[in-house]
């Protein structure tokens, strides 16, 4: 990478132009990865989970959870049981077809090495596919040569993906490249064109600063770059330091703007949070559900609570003994499908008895059912359920719940 640095303007003319056709954005609203423990008002979000954010004053709440990311992760250490992700640390998502399930335009990569993937890796969710419901967009082997990283190792931290397939990312530590060792400092934004070997500078770690302090008003060293998105011809980023501001969203724009609004004192967290991952959130968001646990003993309490409904609403559990994750063929607005099987004799008797596994969600649109874990007799088994927002039509995320295992 000698030099690449002087190609730096170039690439952001580039960039502009081909950003242009990214897809409206409704502002104000995104989905964060958090470093550390979130407060929510509907419990604790983990490091490896996703939190929506809203600067229109809704309170943060769980977009994709660890139950759900597990769900598509799968067993990949080979123990018999779901495996969630270590951290989520680098995020992108993008539309995806009707009647498949959001999360296949969910990309993303690791704090560190988990079950055979890469912390340099960009991965992507692959529904009903083979490794565990996970596919390597970007290997780390390749990124390394992209960015002729002489240490032989990259760790991505940060990456969006431009309506052409430009890859924008950037890494967890400053890295010496080239024959030359040029240091491409974490706090540098990198582009990969569509189909390219190599990567350039996009925005160096001190033209990102400086935007950062003119949004800021302030001086502050901003360390690594963390979150990354794009956005028409603009680049969204957010930043480790200072702490008052390392959740908030910067944007290019203007040459250093809060972008909708969304600066870390206004997001609604109940404690001080630091944000490692972005992505926009396109369309209304899905209800998110949520266990209390995934794995249980027949005849175990269980209390599945949801936020993100209608208000004031009706809401309907299905459940099912088979998981589709793919989906079932019913394509639903929401999280995009069913993900049950629907001739299941359990999915059936769900539906016969519909009333039982009615609730109402109150006024900030959150809701709780309460049951138990059905006994299988004693035999292990698996239930995997959603929620319907009966006034909206939407569907929620799945959660798989593991009997008797």
Do not use: W
Not at 20 to 30: H, I
Not at 188 to 212: D, F, I, N
Not at 356 to 365: E, F, K, N, Q
């Amino acid at each position: 990478m000698s030099g690449v640095c002087g190609r730096s303007r170039l690439v952001a003319v580039s960039f502009v132009l081909l950003c242009g056709a990214a897809l409206a954005q409704s502002g104000g609203r995104a989905v964060l990865s958090l470093s550390g423990p979130g407060a929510l008002p509907g419990g604790s979000a983990e490091d490896e989970e996703l939190v929506l954010v809203d600067s229109s004053g809704a309170p943060p709440r769980f977009f994709l959870n660890d139950q759900t990311l597990a769900f598509y992760l799968g067993d990949r250490n080979g123990d018999g049981l779901m495996d969630e992700p270590n951290d989520i640390d680098a995020l992108e998502i993008v539309p995806v077809a009707s009647g498949q399930p959001m999360i296949a335009g969910v990309y993303f990569s690791l704090l560190t090495d988990q079950s055979g993937l890469k912390d340099g890796d960009v991965l992507r969710f692959t529904p009903g596919g083979v490794n565990g419901g996970v596919e390597v967009v970007f290997s780390e082997t390749f990124l390394v040569a992209a960015v002729a990283a002489n240490d032989g190792n990259v760790d991505v931290d940060g990456m969006a993906l431009a309506p052409d397939g430009t890859l924008l990312f950037s890494l967890a530590e400053d890295e010496a490249t080239g024959p030359n060792s040029v240091i491409v400092q974490d706090g540098s934004v990198l582009a990969l064109p569509a189909g390219g070997t190599q990567a350039s500078v996009l925005y160096t770690e001190a033209q990102v600063e400086v935007m950062a302090q003119k949004a800021m008003g302030g001086s502050s060293v901003i360390g690594d770059v963390r979150g990354l998105e794009c956005l028409n011809s603009d680049v969204l980023f957010m930043v480790q330091s200072p702490s008052a501001h390392d959740a908030t969203v910067f944007s290019t724009a203007g040459g250093g703007t809060v972008y909708a609004g969304l600066v870390e004192a206004a997001l609604g967290f109940g404690n001080d949070v630091e944000a490692d991952a972005l992505a926009l959130c396109d369309g209304l968001p899905f209800p998110c559900l949520e266990l209390d646990f995934i794995q249980a003993q027949g005849g175990d309490p269980l209390a599945v609570s949801v936020t993100g409904l209608t208000p004031a609403s009706p809401f309907l559990l299905v459940v099912s003994g088979v998981a589709r994750p793919a989906g079932s063929g019913l394509a639903l607005p929401g999280f995009g499908v069913l993900a049950l099987e629907t001739f299941d004799p359990l999915f059936l008797a769900g539906i016969q008895n519909a009333p039982a596994l009615l609730g109402v969600s109150d006024g900030a649109g959150a809701g709780v059912y309460t049951g138990t874990a059905p006994t299988g007799g004693g035999s292990a088994y698996d239930v995997a359920m959603q929620v319907l927002d009966v006034a909206s039509g939407r569907i929620s995320n799945p959660i798989l719940l593991e009997v008797n295992q």
